[in-house]
């Protein structure tokens, strides 16, 4: 089964500091497109940044950044100089064969002033 | 920036109920989705629409459950005869390829009492 793992269910981080997300993913197809997806508590879906799996350069987004080891099935977001309007939930997912969006469960993502 | 948009905003219906559910994709975009969440739970795919006809469908979108292009701007989502279990936030979605980005409407939250 094609599944998306996000192990933080919560990470909390001081204004102006930096954060990373993580995310693991499952899937036997060898090209495939990865998503951050930003859910604010409007709860309107905005999409972060992406990522195309035959690419190895990794995407970014001026202050958000991705990690992504093809090998190891893992695509971890950073966000640095975070500001509190980046507090949301984030979720990773991927395409599947079927050109289905295949959602993680999300980390809330809280800023401290 | 064009924007995918979807109305109503909150839909409050009554068990037994048929709703529709409208959206009006980007309007170059070819490709069109309906997704759900169930609050505090992880995005569940629904439906995908091409060419005027279903691509894939999960299991939650059963015969209760269709989909229409009617006039070739709006996309609806009709719910035959709602369930507790239907509350939920219906987000609409449009894209330009398959297994590329998919652009969100802001959400449909449907409230069955």
């Known amino acids: 089964a094609q599944t998306v793992t996000q192990s933080q269910p919560e990470m909390s981080v001081q204004e102006a500091e930096t954060v990373t997300l993580s995310c693991t993913y499952d899937t036997s197809e060898s090209d495939y497109y990865l998503f951050w997806y930003k859910q604010p508590p409007s709860r309107q879906m905005i999409l972060v940044i992406r990522q195309e799996a035959y690419k190895q350069q990794n995407a970014t987004e001026n202050r958000f950044s991705v990690n992504f080891q093809k090998a190891a099935k893992s695509f971890s977001l950073k966000i640095s100089d975070s500001q509190l309007g980046d507090a949301a939930m984030y979720f990773c997912?991927?395409?599947?064969?079927?050109?289905?969006?295949?959602w993680g469960a999300g980390t809330k993502l809280i800023i401290k002033p | 920036e064009p924007e995918v948009t979807q109305t109503p905003s909150h839909q409050v219906t009554q068990m037994g109920q048929e709703v529709i559910l409208r959206c009006v994709p980007i309007s170059n975009h070819l490709y069109f989705y309906w997704y759900r969440q169930i609050l505090g739970q992880k995005v569940e795919f629904l439906v995908s629409?091409?060419?005027?006809?279903?691509?894939?469908k999960s299991e939650i979108f059963d015969d209760q459950f269709s989909v229409e292009r009617p006039d070739g701007s709006n996309f609806t989502l009709k719910i035959r005869s709602t369930k507790l279990e239907d509350s939920a936030m219906y987000f609409c979605a449009s894209g330009t390829r398959l297994a590329d980005e998919q652009y969100f409407g802001p959400g449909t939250r449907l409230t069955v009492t």
């Open positions: 629409f091409y060419n005027n006809e279903i691509s894939e």
């Open positions: 997912a991927f395409t599947d064969s079927n050109y289905q969006l295949i």
